[in-house]
């Protein structure tokens, strides 16, 4: 069973910095992609970025370009960061990792608990 486990959410002022981690397990995980969304109260779950398999393809939500930078730490992509500079209260929320992957045919979505991200002075 694929199991993501996020850390690095917290407080912070407008204008500063935040790096969110995200393992994905066990090791034997093949993910197609890794990606963050996130969710603030009373809004849907919305795209923040996404990195494929190779690391070749960076994808952002037009929210966060330029200042938002997604990065893998290993080949197979299952370390993943999110490092977020320029921060905006808009841009609190609940951040959530999410897992594409294929199995037995089958397309699947794994999701994290959640780090919450607070922006405010």
């Known amino acids: 069973q694929v199991q993501l486990a996020e850390s690095g959410g917290g407080l912070v002022q407008p204008g500063g910095s935040l790096r969110l981690s995200c393992e994905a397990s066990p090791e034997s995980f093949d993910p197609y992609t890794m990606g963050w969304f996130r969710q603030a109260p009373g809004k849907e779950r919305e795209f923040v970025s996404t990195i494929s398999s190779d690391g070749r393809y960076l994808y952002y939500a037009d929210s966060v370009k330029g200042r938002f930078t997604i990065s893998s730490a290993n080949t197979k992509n299952t370390v993943i960061y999110l490092q977020m500079n320029s921060l905006k209260p808009e841009d609190a929320a609940v951040y959530y990792c999410?897992?594409?992957?294929?199995?037995?045919?089958?397309?699947?979505?794994?999701w994290g608990q959640g780090t919450q991200v607070t922006v405010s002075s």
């Open positions: 999410n897992a594409n992957y294929w199995t037995s045919g089958w397309n699947r979505d794994s």
